[in-house]
């Protein structure tokens, strides 16, 4: 019983498994697809869950029974059970396929429901017919001949026949009796290929495991070729890597090697064979999905006797395993030689994992340092492990999830987990993988020149109005603003986008978006989750997304998509502020707000507060005192010049040269003293590039920690700033350092030039050396609690500890509000505490129905589309905080090599003809 294909165990694992597995998937998928399709249609979708479920049950049951009986898995449940299946596919294709492709894009799908059907039926179908085969008649195989015959025939003729109606008449019908031919015509050349392989490589006189030779063209050479073709058409995924090549060779020798009877070799090759039995079981599962279309490209293209060419390998594997495991028992006993094939078998999927694991924690590593550091860790990033973790997200980045090469470009499976275990299920963003190779591989990439606007020209606000009232009972005020949208291009896919600032302590507290004539309220959701589906939704259905996010410091990013030609649009938010304040968005500005008494401070004990402009002047103002806090580039070697430029800088300044610093910039940057050896600087070099966004985040972190009545005066020492790695704007960190708006970067000729931190809009007038200003010691110097800017803006201050993050009242828009600031800026001064503070700051905002820098307002169209952001929202928040959610996508290649594909069409017929002389 435990020899016979027909063994009840075999039935559950390759008919149950595969069923279950296939009814997990689809009704995932489902959940997503029945809000986007009638109730007939939903009806069909029962049914075939339903006869799919069917046949899990009664395989199981009558699986089982068998099983306690100890019998064999009868001859009419296999032909029943092959007939169901067929069924089963045939209305996949008749009532299903097309409702899927008409309602939802593919990337919204798990995995392709072709796939799925493919896979998971297919293994069944399989299955049933290795058991068809076993207790075929005698008589009948020796006209196994006709069977081939006969699959082409059906096959030739649906389709002339199809194209002959098609050119005089066309009814519904004849679509089904087109694919019942072909399903019909595939499964019966299906049989027979199955047929075919048994017999050449087990049971023929002089099979295929009876002559190296032979061996040696099916286990080395076909997969070689296969393995240089796929260098040409990667559709069946990329396995260019030398590896590839590599166990391919050496699974070939060990497959091909003449059987031995000196005992000790044969283990080496056994355990030989079990260490590559996992790379012809991974070549197994990469091409079994496709083992029926393989028929059809064998009979039109030949291609498919590659295809077919590793599930052969994977059973010659095994039988020669079962040989080698049968002649050595006797010498080594069967535990011994179970425990060395699982052993060996578990070499290249752990290596894979390590390796995996190898990458994450230098990825992780790079990426904390980026996003979250630590001034107190020296951070060590492996140079080479980085480049090839870049490789895959770039690729990764390229996939289309759109179309059906979903395998371009990637190693199927490994691919997928090595997504799962290196990048957690997400992605990184080509910004994010831009910065990587900068910081870390010393890539330099060219200066970007952006826009001063943000805002088409073609697609403008047209009419805008805001209004105002006081809620009492939360002692705030509320504005609506609403707005008209217009396009005024040709095109018919326009977008809106814009970036505005929002005026210290208010907050967006709600959006709406019309879309068709309807009032739809937005979602408050994760804000890279929100990005990607507002991304998708744009490049793919071309429906109607609004979204509403910050950008950096108090800017919002607002875009609305698509705009027709002259059309329309009506949008708005509302805004939630203590005190009147000056609003503006594009041209149009407003007064939200009433001055009907005089503003008034605002604290909330050990948490935040809010300072009006009045009542800064109160305040105790004095100037700081300020030192030097050179930024020296370390990528490359100080030269004498410019190290004597500091040195004169310093005598003309000796007032700023006590206590001065000096940071070191490289990928990493090292502080120290400026008295402390000095002449060591002129050799000081650092690997990677430039950072030096990351070397004035530190000193402007270190500047609103100390609450010392010094503040640093940056001077960057550079030769090559247009490589330096630096955002447009240091506008999170303006609470920072209220005394000025500016670094300066030393010429070449040692003068200074001012360059702006904040946004321009901020800061207008350049200053003159050193640009400080006096600030406002609130509440008073005596009893410090933060510095503040002498002006006569309000501004929103926190205090330096671990914020509380038990918001209770979700009414309190602007005091939750204040709150969820304060734990932002806390979670800017204090990277390292990132992770502890992203979702709670997420978790928290949607609480409060307040917008934060973690979280975005989006309106989407469809239930469809809300599912979806959920889902991709679940996963963010389990995934790292770190990561991105990429939204790119790209289009099909062509496949190539058509010379190779004739030389395979010939092969097969050789093999074929050499079939019927041999029964003859």
Not at 33 to 53: N, P, R
Not at 71 to 80: A, C, D, E, R, S
Not at 244 to 256: D, P, V
Not at 719 to 747: H, L, N, V
Request: with cysteine.
């Amino acid at each position: 019983m435990t020899n016979s294909a027909r063994n009840p165990l075999f039935a559950i694992l390759f008919i149950s498994l595969p069923l279950a597995i296939m009814l997990i998937l689809g009704h995932y998928d489902f959940q997503l697809l029945k809000t986007q399709i009638s109730d007939k249609e939903q009806t069909m979708f029962m049914f075939y869950f339903g006869a799919i479920a069917f046949h899990l049950v009664a395989t199981l049951f009558y699986s089982l029974w068998c099983l306690y009986k100890k019998h064999l898995i009868q001859k009419g449940f296999v032909l029943l059970h092959i007939l169901y299946c067929l069924v089963i596919v045939l209305f996949f294709f008749l009532f299903i396929d097309n409702v899927l492709t008409m309602n939802l894009p593919s990337w919204m799908f798990v995995m392709s429901p072709v796939l799925i059907v493919f896979t998971f039926l297919g293994i069944g179908v399989f299955y049933g017919m290795v058991c068809l085969i076993e207790i075929l008649p005698k008589w009948l195989e020796t006209r196994m001949g006709y069977f081939f015959l006969a699959g082409v025939v059906i096959f030739i003729m649906a389709y002339i026949v199809l194209n002959f109606f098609e050119l005089f008449i066309y009814f519904e019908s004849l679509k089904y009796v087109y694919l019942v031919s072909v399903v019909l015509g595939v499964s019966i050349l299906l049989f027979f290929l199955i047929y075919f392989s048994n017999w050449m490589l087990f049971r023929a006189k002089h099979n295929v495991m009876e002559s190296w030779i032979s061996t040696a063209i099916i286990t080395l050479v076909l997969p070689l070729f296969g393995l240089i073709l796929s260098l040409e058409m990667s559709v069946f995924g990329d396995f260019s890597h030398f590896s590839f090549f590599a166990l391919a060779i050496l699974n070939g020798i060990l497959l091909s090697l003449p059987r031995m009877d000196a005992p000790f070799m044969r283990l080496l090759i056994f355990l030989g064979k079990g260490f590559t039995f996992a790379f012809s079981a991974y070549f197994f599962l990469v091409f079994f999905p496709f083992f029926p279309i393989s028929i059809v490209l064998i009979i039109f293209l030949g291609i498919g006797i590659l295809m077919l060419t590793p599930l052969v390998v994977a059973a010659i594997h095994f039988k020669s395993l079962m040989r080698d495991f049968k002649y050595l028992k006797d010498h080594y006993g069967k535990s011994f030689l179970f425990a060395g094939l699982i052993v060996t078998f578990l070499i290249l999927p752990t290596t894979v994992t390590v390796y995996g694991l190898m990458q994450r924690a230098n990825l992780n590593t790079a990426l904390t340092y980026l996003h979250t550091p630590d001034p107190g860790v020296d951070y060590s990033v492996n140079a080479k492990i980085l480049r090839s973790s870049i490789k895959y997200a770039r690729l990764n980045n390229r996939r289309s999830l759109r179309n059906m090469d979903f395998l371009e470009e990637t190693v199927p499976f490994i691919s997928g987990f090595y997504q799962w275990l290196v990048f957690d299920r997400m992605t990184l963003s080509n910004e994010n993988i831009d910065l990587l190779e900068q910081v870390f591989l010393g890539v330099q990439k060219s200066p970007t020149v952006t826009s001063s606007s943000s805002v088409s020209n073609l697609v403008i606000i047209s009419e805008a109005k805001a209004e105002s009232y006081y809620d009492e009972n939360r002692s705030s005020w509320v504005s609506q603003i609403d707005l008209e949208i217009t396009n005024h291009s040709q095109s018919n896919l326009a977008e809106y986008s814009t970036r505005f600032q929002l005026p210290e302590g208010c907050f967006v507290s709600d959006y709406y978006l019309d879309v068709f004539g309807t009032i739809e309220k937005g979602q408050l959701v994760e804000k890279k989750s929100a990005i990607w589906i507002y991304s998708l939704i744009r490049n793919v259905q071309k429906r109607d997304p609004g979204l509403l996010f910050y950008s950096r410091g108090n800017a919002l990013e607002f875009r609305v998509f698509p705009f027709s030609d002259n059309e329309t649009r009506k949008t708005g938010f509302e805004l939630v502020h203590r005190n009147p304040v000056q609003f503006t968005i594009d041209d149009w500005s407003f007064t939200l707000g009433e001055p009907t008494e005089t503003p008034k401070s605002w604290e909330m004990e050990g948490v935040c507060g809010l300072v009006t402009g009045s009542d800064k002047q109160i305040g105790d103002r004095l100037q700081r005192r300020p030192y030097f806090h050179f930024i020296i580039d370390a990528t490359i070697p100080l030269s004498e010049f410019r190290r004597n430029q500091i040195q004169q800088l310093i005598s003309r300044h000796p007032d700023l040269a006590e206590d001065a610093v000096v940071t070191m910039a490289g990928s990493v940057g090292r502080n120290f003293k400026y008295s402390e050896n000095w002449n060591a600087l002129n050799g000081r070099m650092s690997e990677g590039a430039f950072f030096l966004e990351r070397a004035i985040e530190q000193v402007l972190r270190n500047s609103i920690a100390a609450k010392e009545e010094r503040v640093p005066v940056m001077v960057v020492v550079s030769d090559s700033m247009k490589y330096a790695i630096i955002p447009d704007d240091f506008d999170d960190f303006r609470f920072t350092y209220p005394d000025g708006d500016y670094y300066f970067e030393m010429k070449p000729d040692g003068t200074l030039y001012p360059r702006r931190l904040w946004s321009k809009s901020l800061c207008e007038k350049s200053p003159n050396f050193p640009g400080l200003r006096e600030v406002v010691a609130w509440p008073g110097r005596s009893a410090l609690t933060t510095w503040l800017r002498d002006d006569e803006s309000d501004e929103v201050y926190f205090l330096n500890h671990e914020p509380d993050w038990a918001l209770t009242d979700s009414t309190d828009f602007w005091g939750n509000g204040m709150v969820l600031q304060s734990a932002h800026k806390q979670r800017v001064i204090n990277p390292k505490n990132y992770d502890s503070y992203w979702l709670p700051l997420v978790q928290q905002s949607f609480f409060a129905g307040v917008l934060t820098p973690v979280t975005a307002f989006i309106v989407v169209e469809t239930d469809a589309q809300r599912e979806m952001l959920a889902r991709k929202q679940a996963e963010v928040l389990k995934g790292d905080a770190r990561f991105d959610v990429s939204d790119q996508l790209m289009g099909m290649s062509e496949p190539k090599g058509i010379f190779w594909l004739l030389i395979i069409c010939g092969l097969f017929w050789l093999s074929y003809r050499l079939y019927i002389k041999t029964i003859r």
